[in-house]
T-cell receptor
Framework: AQSVTQPDIHITVSEGASLELRCNYSYGATPYLFWYVQSPGQGLQLLLKYFSGDTLVQGIKGFEAEFKRSQSSFNLRKPSVHWSDAAEYFCAVGESNFGNEKLTFGTGTRLTIIP | DGGITQSPKYLFRKEGQNVTLSCEQNLNHDAMYWYRQDPGQGLRLIYYSQIVNDFQKGDIAEGYSVSREKKESFPLTVTSAQKNPTAFYLC????????????FGAGSRLTVL
């Protein structure tokens, strides 16, 4: 069965500093990979997705992620964080045979930004 | 604007009562989903539906029921059989199979008193 691990429960970063959120997945075939962001008490918004092709994908709000098959990772990065980036971030993997109706989410990483 | 509407935003119920959460979408999406979110556990799939009048159990379907009588609506009933129903519930939709992106509603928070 597919699974997603986000090893960092909580990360604190200074405003303007760079950010990397880790995501490792377990899946036998080529996965569909996603990063979502959630503000408190709200739904999830898609930041970016990887289906195939270029392993470095660009998303909204200046985020990017790199798919590394050899490491089973899909880490999220941002070169300079803003206070508005404080939120919870979820990595997710979908089955490539059936689309994303069986999307599996990680447990999330909560990001705190300090001035 | 197209999107997903969940209601109510907050709901309180007594133990032993059934409660129904509403989810309506005007995106013309074929597939709809219900997830449950608990602190530290991420999102877990309760039920999903890929077409009207058909739905499948997710990973934690026990104590829940759904219906899909219309393309735009996918209500979730939390029954008295659900042992720990206090949680944040998220509805989502997608255009269908084929690695489509999920669009989420704003969620409903259920508290059992």
């Amino acid at each position: 069965a597919q699974s997603v691990t986000q090893p960092d429960i909580h990360i604190t970063v200074s405003e303007g500093a760079s950010l990397e959120l880790r995501c490792n997945y377990s899946y036998g075939a080529t996965p569909y990979l996603f990063w979502y962001v959630q503000s408190p008490g709200q739904g999830l918004q898609l930041l970016l997705k990887y289906f195939s092709g270029d392993t470095l994908v660009q998303g909204i709000k200046g985020f990017e992620a790199e798919f590394k098959r050899s490491q089973s990772s899909f880490n999220l990065r941002k070169p300079s964080v803003h206070w508005s980036d404080a939120a919870e971030y979820f990595c997710a993997v979908g089955e490539s045979n059936f689309g994303n109706e069986k999307l599996t989410f990680g447990t999330g990483t909560r990001l705190t930004i300090i001035p | 604007d197209g999107g997903i509407t969940q209601s109510p935003k907050y709901l309180f119920r007594k133990e032993g009562q059934n409660v129904t959460l509403s989810c309506e979408q005007n995106l013309n999406h074929d597939a709809m989903y219900w997830y449950r979110q608990d602190p530290g556990q991420g999102l877990r799939l309760i039920y999903y539906s890929q077409i009207v009048n058909d739905f499948q159990k997710g990973d934690i379907a026990e104590g829940y029921s759904v219906s899909r009588e219309k393309k735009e609506s996918f209500p979730l009933t939390v029954t008295s059989a659900q042992k720990n129903p206090t949680a944040f519930y998220l509805c989502a939709s997608s255009a269908g199979s084929g690695a489509n992106v999920l669009t989420f509603g704003a969620g409903s928070r259920l508290t059992v008193l």
